[in-house]
Each structure stands twice: as C-alpha cells, then as structure tokens.
Nanobody, 126 residues
C-alpha cells in the first residue's frame, strides 16, 4: 500500500520560512515514481499547483505565484521530497499536499498524479 506522509507545516509570521517534507512508503521512488508535485488548497478555493520535480534529473517547475520564494528538492535514497518556503505571505495560507506520478516527470495538473498525501496545514499570520 502506497502512502505519502507530509510533515513540517505550522504557523509562521509573514516573511518567515517553513520546510515541508513528504516521504513515501510502499513504493520505490528510484524506480516507480517519475515525478513529484506539491499542491495547495486554501479555504473556499480550488486546489492549485505549487511546484514539481522530476525523479531523474531533479528538474523543477514552480508556479509563478511562488517562483523565487519556494524551492523543491528531493532525496531519492530517502524516498522524500521537500518544499522550502521562504518569504511567506498571508496568501500562502493553505493545506499543502504532496503527490507522486508514475507516468510524468513534471506535471502541473492534479489529474496526472497517482498518489496523494493527506495534507499539512500552513498558516501565515500577517
């Protein structure tokens, strides 16, 4: 059974930083997953793409709203992907989800992902 578990969320002041982690079990990142993604969903809004990273070369793609502030990285040996969030703003407040795709290395649409974590709350106070 594949499980993705996020951690690292919490409450932070505007301008602060957080690092989210997402670790997979029941699947081998190095052979079964092509890419990882991070999404977020704020209250009353649809889930939106934050960023993605490929397994093979570590190529990344971030949404314009977070570019220059958020960085995605991965540790293939640990089956873990990270989302470093700097210069946080109140509009970054949301539940953050990680996802893994068996078919796509960089994907921006949530329908292209096969596995999802349960989400972790990030709250940025102004």
């Amino acid at each position: 059974q594949v499980q993705l578990v996020e951690s690292g969320g919490g409450l932070v002041q505007a301008g602060g930083s957080l690092r989210l982690s997402c670790t997979a079990s029941g699947v081998t990142f190095s052979t079964e997953i092509m890419g990882w993604g991070w999404f977020r969903q704020a209250p009353g809004k649809e889930r939106e793409f934050v960023g993605a990273i490929s397994r093979t070369f570590g190529n990344t793609h971030e949404a314009d709203s977070v570019k220059g502030r958020f960085t995605i990285s991965r540790d293939v040996a640990k089956n873990t992907v990270y989302l470093q969030m700097n210069s946080l703003k109140s509009e970054d407040t949301a539940v953050y989800f990680c996802a893994a795709s068996r078919r796509f290395d960089i994907a921006t649409h949530d329908s292209l992902y096969d596995y999802w974590g349960q989400g972790t709350q990030v709250t940025v106070s102004s």
